[in-house]
């Protein structure tokens, strides 16, 4: 899903936490950056697989994998993958929940709050797309399934990202 839609609908919430649910301001903005912030984990794989620096050539890069992967008939979709995004999973979930246990971090809940509106988003759009939501919503399925799953860049050829 692309960046500004996932800005928009996170926008459109936090109003919906400020206003209407009389969350405070420091928490609706820690759960507005939240909610596109998590896709920074984009830019950690694509530094880990090119040793580049570059953002918007990271971007591009997701952009063209997104959509070679999408344009595969959908029988051989499952076994390509095209991406390993550290912080989107249940797991994450998980442990940000913990930590807003701790009095002096509940402000966690609120990046809880986010990483879990732009994961239900995701899925969503994979539903949508035909795409697997299950490699979005666990970290442990991601690794345990993409073993057995050829990294789809390794198929592109003349790449230049
Ligand atoms: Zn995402």
């Known amino acids: ?43 950690f794989y694509y530094v880990y697989r090119k040793k580049n620096f570059s953002f918007k050539r990271a971007y591009n890069w997701f952009l063209l994998l997104e959509n070679k992967f999408y344009s595969l008939p959908k029988g051989k979709r499952r076994r390509y993958d095209y991406g390993f995004c550290i912080f989107h999973g249940i797991e994450v979930l998980l442990i940000l929940l913990l ?7 509940s402000f966690f809940f609120f990046i809880f709050l986010g990483f879990l509106f732009h994961l239900v988003q995701d899925m969503l759009n994979a539903i949508c797309k035909g795409g697997n939501p299950f490699m979005v919503l666990s970290i442990i399925y991601k690794i345990t399934c993409g073993k ?11 790449t230049s990202y």
Do not use: Q
């Open 99 to 105: 930590l807003s246990l701790i009095p002096e971090l």
């Open 148 to 158: 057995y799953k050829i990294n789809l860049e390794d198929r592109i050829e003349n």
């Open 1 to 43: 899903m692309l960046p500004k839609w996932h800005i928009l609908f996170g926008a459109l919430f936090t109003i919906v936490l400020y206003f209407a649910l009389n969350v405070s301001f420091f928490h609706s903005l820690i759960f507005f950056f939240s909610s596109f912030l998590i896709d920074i984990d984009h830019c």
